[in-house]
């Protein structure tokens, strides 16, 4: 996108599809001018008005700053905090130059022995990728290193969207008023979490699903991060992020450089779904590695065995999935070393020689051999204390000196900042693909970080930086090495999901909460910020282990059908009729399939509102529609589900039955969803434009 220099202005204009982000110097400080729709080069002079404070009390939260410093009257929490050998601390912006490079503006400052740059690339779907990289030619200490610092227009009033939750019940969507003050959102556990994401979402109050404006921001960052929102006590809103937590200290050494992670922020006029649709739109062209792809249709043997992982336990599973049309057959958590409970085993990573006795090579033939993809769990940066790994290195796993070390599902978490442990890492992982056909790996991370640390290493906390670093390289490195296979995101679920690791990943594992019922609120609220081709939905057994709910096999799968569709049910337990209803279902989805995973998403009806929701993809000239009923009260008629985006001139035919529907009608009248009657029930309607 065009980046253009106003020399006389001291400002730098960037612009993209409708919308201008202008940073410019005053006072010789980089602040952000302007940040929403359009406005010509003409303008950029009259935004670089400086601003000078009234009284000495005042607070200079609104001058716009890029990343909020320590020095002068700057009272809010810093971006950037650091101390120099002599006990001096902050950076004192000197302007030394700039460059742009195609979509890249790069500007940089100096302070004593430091050269810090600030970085900008928009590209043409409206995100603004923001970072920063700090150069040492003496050490300093830091303590603090966001990637960027936004600040909202003057509104008269600020309304907070954020995802909060807990393990399997993440993703929920969370609207509040934002009080004046701070309000932080982050982590300490080590990985994005299941309790809150990096994603936020800024409006007036006055937006809604189609309109209105909304400034929407996402850290693409995998391990401990923190996003402070502030609003002054004359109403003005910026927001800062970046990785780590508060309490973190660690060196710069001479010659070198710290990156941080990227922060990327968007501006929209049409509402949440239009903030949605960007970053969908977003990350699948620029940041997904394989969003192009039809995921396939998977099974997963983990809530059919559990740990009771053989060879001839699952050749009847092998033959099953592929009888209902799964194409790809995932062996889960159970199948090497010791593991045949979560108390030992993980860190030995071969077959277990009693449950395969011939390795993996025999049943990776008998997928094959049904047309089916192979799949392989595998938890890479877990140890268990009862493991010939850790029995060798217990120095290996993140730890303190004399402090205890706190075990979680019974396993230890290795360090990857160790050369040697990330060294280990990609080796038996490459060997296991090398040595065997597999097409695709389930990696997951089972339990949050304590005790970290490194001792005798006079930098420990640089630990929580350099893991996630390493466990990037790794992934990076190995999608290099086996260019045709897959990866899957997971973490006890859906805890370590953000624009960091999505670009290392094929997909993620939304929850461990498969219960459909729920899942209509989960998915809702990861639609906020991610695809449905980054999100895995599954159908499993009844009655849910969550909750005992009892739902058709008609509405899991038709839930299931809103992201990538996966089966985990046991299937050897299963009816022939519900084998054979299965299929259909399965059949069913593959119709569905390029409209829900490469299609533009609309939500219709938040489920936290409406007994009636459902989803809305448009492809081409196809639409599906996935609609959603849970229980309501006292027959009170519901809404019906109106369509997005079709013009009222137009005419649709219904793929399933032939009948043709007028644009206007369905935008007046709804849609003609051929719901059962029953409680928890759903219906999918497909349309072809004609």
């Known amino acids: 996108m065009p980046i ?9 204009h960037l612009t993209g599809p409708g919308l201008s982000y202008v940073v410019g110097l005053q006072d010789g400080l980089p602040r952000q001018l302007h940040w929403g729709p359009a406005v010509p080069d003409e303008a950029v002079p009259t935004l670089a008005v400086a ?40 950076f004192a912006w000197h302007y030394a130059d700039h460059t742009i490079d ?53 509104w008269g009033d600020y309304r907070l969207s954020h995802l909060s939750g807990e393990w399997a019940a993440e993703w929920q969507l969370r609207r509040v008023t934002l009080p004046v003050g701070e309000t932080a959102l982050g982590t300490r556990r080590g990985l994005t979490g299941h309790q809150s994401n990096p994603w936020t979402a800024v409006d007036d109050g006055t937006a809604t699903e189609t309109a209105g404006t909304v400034y929407s921001t996402n850290l693409a960052w995998s391990g401990s991060w923190r996003v402070l929102l502030r609003r002054s006590a004359q109403g003005r809103v910026s927001i800062t992020g970046g990785a780590g937590h508060e309490g973190l200290r660690w060196t710069l050494r001479a010659g070198e450089t710290w990156t941080t ?12 779904g239009g903030a949605s649709r960007a970053w969908h739109e977003h990350l699948r062209r620029h940041v997904m590695p394989t969003p192009e792809e039809d995921a396939p249709v998977l099974f997963n043997s983990w809530e059919a065995v559990a740990f009771d992982v053989a060879e001839e336990q699952q050749l009847p599973l092998v033959e099953l999935a592929a009888r209902i049309g799964c194409e790809q057959f995932v062996v889960d958590d159970g199948w090497f070393g010791q593991r045949v409970t979560d108390d030992a085993g993980l860190g030995d990573w071969h077959p277990n020689p009693d449950r395969f006795p011939k390795g993996l090579g025999p049943l990776i033939d008998a997928v094959h051999a049904t047309g089916m993809k192979f799949g392989i769990w595998v938890e890479p940066e877990m140890v268990n204390p009862d493991s010939d790994l850790y029995r060798a290195h217990p120095d290996w796993v993140l730890h303190q000196a004399g402090r205890d070390r706190t075990e979680l599902r019974q396993q230890l978490v290795l360090d990857y900042g160790r050369p040697e442990v990330a060294a280990w890492a990609y080796a038996w992982l490459d060997d296991l693909l090398s040595g065997n056909d597999i097409d695709y790996v389930k990696w997951d991370h089972n339990r949050p970080w304590t005790e970290v640390g490194r ?18 390289s790794i992934k990076e490195r190995l999608r290099a090495a086996h260019p045709n296979v897959r990866i899957e995101g997971c973490a006890g679920g859906g805890g370590r999901v953000d624009p960091g690791m ?37 159908i499993t057994d009844e009655p849910s282990g969550f909750n005992q709910r009892t739902t058709s096999l008609r509405f899991r799968f038709q839930v299931a059908s809103a992201g990538v569709l996966a089966v985990g049910g046991n299937l050897t337990e299963w009816t022939e009729a519900e084998l054979e209803e299965a299929a259909e279902h399965v059949v069913q989805y593959k119709r569905l399939r390029p409209v829900v995973q490469h299609g533009v998403q609309y939500r219709l009806g938040d489920p936290e509102a ?5 989803v809305q993809y448009v492809h081409g000239d196809r639409i599906a529609v996935l609609g959603f009923k849970t229980p309501w009260h006292c027959n009170r008629p519901l809404a019906p589900l109106r369509p997005e985006g079709i013009a009222a001139d137009s005419r649709w035919q219904d793929e399933d039955t032939g009948e043709i529907h007028w644009g206007a009608t369905l935008n007046v009248l709804g849609l003609p969803l051929r719901f059962t009657g029953a409680d928890w029930d759903s219906a999918i309607m497909r349309l072809r434009r004609v």
């Not at 922060?263 to 049409?270: E, I, K, M, P, V």
Request: proline share 5%; net charge negative; no cysteine.
């Open 261 to 272: 992670p990227v922060y990327s922020g968007l501006f929209t006029d049409a509402g949440f």
């Open 502 to 538: 999505l670009r290392y990943v094929d997909q993620v594992w939304t929850s461990d909460n498969t219960d459909a019922g729920d899942r209509v609120a989960i998915q809702y609220g990861f639609s906020q910020a991610y695809p449905a081709r980054a999100m895995d939905t599954w």
């Open 4 to 12: 253009r220099f106003d020399e006389a202005a001291l400002a730098w």
């Open 102 to 154: 195609d979509d890249h503006l790069a500007i940089r400052f100096t302070d004593r022995d430091l050269a810090l740059t600030l970085h900008y690339r928009l590209w043409d779907t409206g995100v603004l990728d923001r970072w920063a990289s700090l150069e040492a030619a003496a050490p300093v200490e830091l303590t603090r290193f966001d990637s960027a610092a936004w600040t909202l227009p003057h």
């Open 455 to 472: 001792p005798g290493d006079a930098d420990p906390d640089r630990a929580w930086f350099e893991h996630v670093e390493a466990v990037y």
């Open 610 to 614: 409406s007994a009636l929701t459902g």
């Open 51 to 90: 601003w000078r404070e009234a009284y000495s009390w005042d607070d200079r939260l609104h001058t716009g700053a890029e990343l909020l410093g320590e020095l002068g009257p700057q009272f809010a929490t810093p971006s950037l905090q650091l101390r120099h050998p002599d006990g001096a601390k902050g």
